[in-house]
T-cell receptor, first 114, second 115 residues
Framework: KNQVEQSPQSLIILEGKNCTLQCNYTVSPFSNLRWYKQDTGRGPVSLTI?????NTKSNGRYTATLDADTKQSSLHITASQLSDSASYICVVSDRGSTLGRLYFGRGTQLTVWP | EADIYQTPRYLVIGTGKKITLECSQTMGHDKMYWYQQDPGMELHLIHY???????EKGDLSSESTVSRIRTEHFPLTLESARPSHTSQYLC??????????????FGPGTRLTVL
């Protein structure tokens, strides 16, 4: 059973609008949470990383939030651009091993229309 | 832009062929990984390496094998390809940091189709 669930599965918005993507996880013990952006046919690129003590992290127009108590995270995209069209993947790492095992969500496919 | 490369980017081959997917990174990272990703699905770890001469199987059972003879190179080999191996294969690398916060840098992927 996937321990990282993302919603919505897909989203279409108009250029210039804001949007928020959700990530719920059950991974325990928790180490950190990352958001990746994956363009079609490319590998994922890291946007933000948050540890247990952090509840918000920004990277330009991307702002991620983390509520470790409810095990929820969100990624807010401000003033969307056509280049934001991509899959956004939530990745949670546990503290249970030296490797810091990663649990991947299935991603939210975002499409920005002009 | 991450300095991690994968070749070929696309490969279409017949059943039973032996193939090797190449992955190389110039960042001097000690850890390297291979993931398999099907459309609309999550990434699944199939192999990883902590360093030279270190290789481990990941979470997803795979008939592929890997080797790590040099730090920068982590090739994946399928001895006899089957249609069930059709997928996207992503290579990644990371540098060990405290508290497991090392960020994985991904290559562009190889899209494999086995006929």
């Amino acid at each position: 059973k996937n321990q990282v669930e993302q919603s919505p599965q897909s989203l279409i918005i108009l250029e210039g609008k804001n949007c928020t993507l959700q990530c719920n996880y059950t991974v325990s013990p928790f180490s950190n949470l990352r958001w990746y952006k994956q363009d079609t046919g490319r590998g994922p690129v890291s946007l933000t990383i948050m540890t247990f003590s952090e509840n918000t992290k920004s990277n330009g127009r991307y702002t991620a939030t983390l509520d470790a108590d409810t095990k929820q995270s969100s990624l807010h995209i401000t003033a969307s651009q056509l280049s934001d069209s991509a899959s956004y993947i939530c990745v949670v790492s546990d503290r249970g091993s030296t490797l810091g095992r990663l649990y991947f969500g299935r991603g939210t496919q975002l499409t920005v229309w002009p | 832009e991450a300095d991690i490369y994968q070749t070929p980017r696309y490969l279409v081959i017949g059943t039973g062929k032996k193939i090797t997917l190449e992955c190389s990174q110039t960042m001097g990272h000690d850890k390297m990984y291979w993931y398999q990703q099907d459309p609309g699905m999550e990434l699944h770890l199939i192999h990883y390496s902590y360093g030279v001469n270190s290789t481990e199987k990941g979470d997803l059972s795979s008939e592929s094998t890997v080797s790590r003879i040099r730090t920068e190179h982590f090739p994946l080999t399928l001895e006899s390809a089957r249609p069930s191996h059709t997928s996207q294969y992503l290579c990644a690398s990371s540098e060990t940091r405290d508290r497991g916060t090392d960020t994985q840098y991904f290559g562009p992927g190889t899209r494999l189709t086995v006929l």
